[in-house]
T-cell receptor, first 112, second 115 residues
Framework: GENVEQHPSTLSVQEGDSAVIKCTYS??????FPWYKQELGKGPQLIID?????GEKKDQRIAVTLNKTAKHFSLHITETQPEDSAVYFC???????????FGSGTQLTVLP | KAGVTQTPRYLIKTRGQQVTLSCSPISGHRSVSWYQQTPGQGLQFLFEYFSETQRNKGNFPGRFSGRQFSNSRSEMNVSTLELGDSALYLC??????????????FGPGTRLLVL
């Protein structure tokens, strides 16, 4: 089955700096890659997603890039703010299956 | 539009008991998936229901089961609870419209503690 590896497990950045989280996947048939943000005591919140027919997607301060050949995708957050502090998860699936395989998560801390 | 709702939010049970958790998807969503989240294993897929039928199942023992009703609401049941079943159980719903079928929106979860 699918395996998703996520790095780093913890990341601390200064407010205003950029943060990058990277994931690799094993199943070449995976074609949907969402990113979720989970705050303490809450469920994961979808922040951005990308499909395999697109190499990059951007939404304000958040961007995701996908390299299908290398089977890795990355989340980029620019101009970080303290409210960006949370655990971020990447995931992968064969789109129609609705069965997400998650990475192990990255605890992002934005220092004021 | 209201989000995914899950009840109860917190639950304490003892070993050997059974538990039923409930999930109401976003209005109009027909697919409901369940995930277990633990510190050790992370987020793991349990099963997915669409139009009252189980379509996918993860690698969990038969003690974990679920169902979906005609209004798309879903329940999951865990029988003969074990200490290791202590976890946050998350429900996610997906739209039925083409083009966004795979997008999953999560509820706040049910925190289950087994003593």
């Amino acid at each position: 089955g699918e395996n998703v590896e996520q790095h780093p497990s913890t990341l601390s950045v200064q407010e205003g700096d950029s943060a990058v989280i990277k994931c690799t996947y094993s199943d070449s048939a995976s074609n949907y890659f969402p990113w979720y943000k989970q705050e303490l005591g809450k469920g994961p919140q979808l922040i951005i997603d990308i499909r395999s027919n697109v190499g990059e997607k951007k939404d304000q301060r958040i961007a995701v890039t996908l390299n299908k050949t290398a089977k890795h995708f990355s989340l980029h957050i620019t101009e970080t703010q303290p409210e960006d502090s949370a655990v971020y998860f990447c995931a992968a699936s064969r789109g129609s299956a609705r069965q997400l395989t998650f990475g192990s998560g990255t605890q992002l801390t934005v220092l004021p | 539009k209201a989000g995914v709702t899950q009840t109860p939010r917190y639950l304490i049970k003892t070993r050997g008991q059974q538990v039923t958790l409930s999930c109401s998807p976003i209005s109009g969503h027909r697919s409901v998936s369940w995930y277990q989240q633990t510190p050790g294993q992370g987020l793991q897929f349990l099963f997915e229901y669409f139009s009252e039928t189980q379509r996918n199942k993860g690698n969990f023992p038969g003690r974990f089961s679920g169902r979906q009703f005609s209004n798309s609401r879903s329940e999951m049941n865990v029988s003969t609870l074990e200490l290791g079943d202590s976890a946050l159980y998350l429900c996610a719903s997906s739209p039925s419209t083409s083009g966004r079928r795979e997008t999953q929106y999560f509820g706040p979860g049910t925190r289950l503690l087994v003593l």
